[in-house]
């Protein structure tokens, strides 16, 4: 019988199984094509499962752009980089306080990206959104989706989240943190765009709020663009909490990929929340394109090109794992026997959760440092192991290692543990980082 009241609707359907996977990846973002790419090189026998109805993620969909981040030399960071040359090879190479910027143009992303798949014989559901986790005496052991044709659940010896919001391990009833141990406060949500009629002749990049780059011509000349743009935030020119409006090279002359629309105080989690994000933000881009054609040169005449077609988020669920990468790990740069994932680096990179510019001031200075394999297993739950920034780690420590080339990386050490655990028989939390050690090093990582 069901029982439904006025805050619950108790739902019992049969649900048809689809098929039996050693390894089961949920988000096909940079995290969960790297994992399920290499648990599929290492002999498994994968299923990759995203919501959207195409691949990449927030590389793609979410319009970020350049790629950021570093680890080092070996990991499938550098082979997606590779591919991503050959195919505009005569890309830009800018190196910035950011480190090493990859420009991407995202109907490239998605040629390689999905030849990528292809080649490994990892089986892709597009259209597929998590609903549940089938789960058996503390074990993960599938996972429910919806789909065009209704509900499908799979089997999986091991299970990787890879939805960068932590969703399955939140299912699963895993230990979660959320935003800064202080309040639970989130960095904002922005929505990325491309501008294109951009004068190189004159037009400027900016990287970010500490960048010194200056006007060079026009009513401003001389002034530093970072305060051209508190100016005009204060001013009301710009929106709220709009203090940079940041300008990066793309693989083509003539464009800039614009970072600089945010919202705080909506929630990732919460899809009217969502919904309040995307219809704000999309305001905010006309405003940043008002700002730009009013006073900066070069950029007199830009046009919107495209923007992101999801929200990008920065920050949502954590796990707990059996390690975690803390402040003092990124700030000191520690290294680690267990690491698999080694000399990641960015920037200590904490957009305000409650204003414009960065939570700290500024962003600040971090040493690479490793990543344990315990930072990819969660506490309690078996058959079950997380990829991307949803692993375990402080507020201001995921504010490093939630970039792109740094999720890769962890995405290749989740597939190979998720390959090992299901050849084996073993959970994930029995598994040795030595023997995920082994097999990225057989690779060419350097560990």
């Known amino acids: 019988m069901r029982v439904c009241t006025d805050e619950f609707y108790d739902y019992v359907k049969t649900v048809p199984y689809c098929g039996k996977y050693d390894v ?11 994992a399920a790419i290499s648990a599929a090189r290492h002999g498994s026998k994968v299923l990759l ?24 030399r070996g990991t499938m960071y550098d082979e997606i980089v590779s591919r991503l040359r050959e ?9 910035s306080r950011n480190g090493r910027e990859i420009p991407v143009d995202k109907e490239t992303a998605k040629s390689v990206l999905d030849r990528m798949i292809e080649e490994s014989g990892v089986i ?18 599938g996972a429910v989706f919806a789909t065009q044709s209704g509900l499908k659940a799979v089997r999986s010896s091991v299970t990787v989240d890879a939805t960068g919001d932590g969703c399955i391990c939140a299912a699963a009833g895993c230990e979660i943190d959320i935003g800064r ?28 709020g500490t960048d010194p780059v200056k006007i060079p011509s026009g009513e401003y000349a001389g002034m530093e663009y970072r305060e051209l743009c508190r100016l005009k935030n204060s001013e009301g020119e ?19 990929s614009v970072n600089a629309t945010q919202i705080n105080g909506c929630s990732p989690l919460d899809p009217q929340s969502v919904a309040k994000a995307e219809i704000e933000l999309r305001r905010q881009i006309d405003k940043c394109l008002e700002f730009l ?53 960015f920037l200590i990179d904490i957009h305000n959760p409650t204003g414009g510019g960065q939570a700290e001031g500024h962003s600040h200075h971090a040493e690479p440092y490793d990543i344990p ?43 190979v543990a998720a390959s090992l655990c299901a050849a084996e028989g073993i959970e994930p939390s029995d598994l040795t980082a030595a023997a995920v050690r082994c097999v990225l090093k057989a690779r060419g990582a350097e560990l």
């Open 24 to 34: 089961l990846v949920v988000g096909a973002g940079p995290a969960g094509i790297c």
């Open 49 to 72: 499962a995203e919501r959207y109805g195409t691949v990449g993620g927030m590389l793609t969909s979410g319009h970020v752009d350049p790629i950021l981040g570093a680890v080092s």
């Open 87 to 95: 195919k505009d090879p005569d890309a830009p190479q800018v190196t």
């Open 124 to 141: 892709l559901w597009l259209g597929s959104a998590f609903v549940d986790v089938i789960k058996e005496n503390g074990k993960v052991t």
């Open 181 to 208: 141990e202080s309040d639970g406060a989130l960095q904002p949500l922005t929505l990325e765009f491309t501008v294109s009629n951009v004068d190189e002749s004159c037009a400027i990049t900016a990287w970010g």
């Open 238 to 256: 710009l929106p709220k909490n709009v203090s940079i409006v940041r300008l990066h090279r793309t693989v083509r002359a003539g464009e800039r």
């Open 293 to 345: 054609r009013r006073y900066v040169p070069g950029y007199e005449n830009c046009l919107l090109k495209c923007s992101a077609d999801t929200v990008g988020v920065r920050e949502s669920r954590r796990i707990r794992g059996l390690e975690s990468v803390d402040d003092n790990a990124v700030e000191q740069g520690i290294k680690r026997e267990d690491a698999v994932v080694h000399n990641a680096w």
């Open 373 to 415: 394999y315990g930072a990819l297993v969660p506490r309690g739950v078996g058959g079950l192991l997380a990829a991307g920034r949803c692993i375990s780690g402080t507020h201001r420590a995921h504010a490093s290692y939630r970039v792109m080339a740094i999720c890769m990386a962890v995405g290749e050490a989740s597939g």
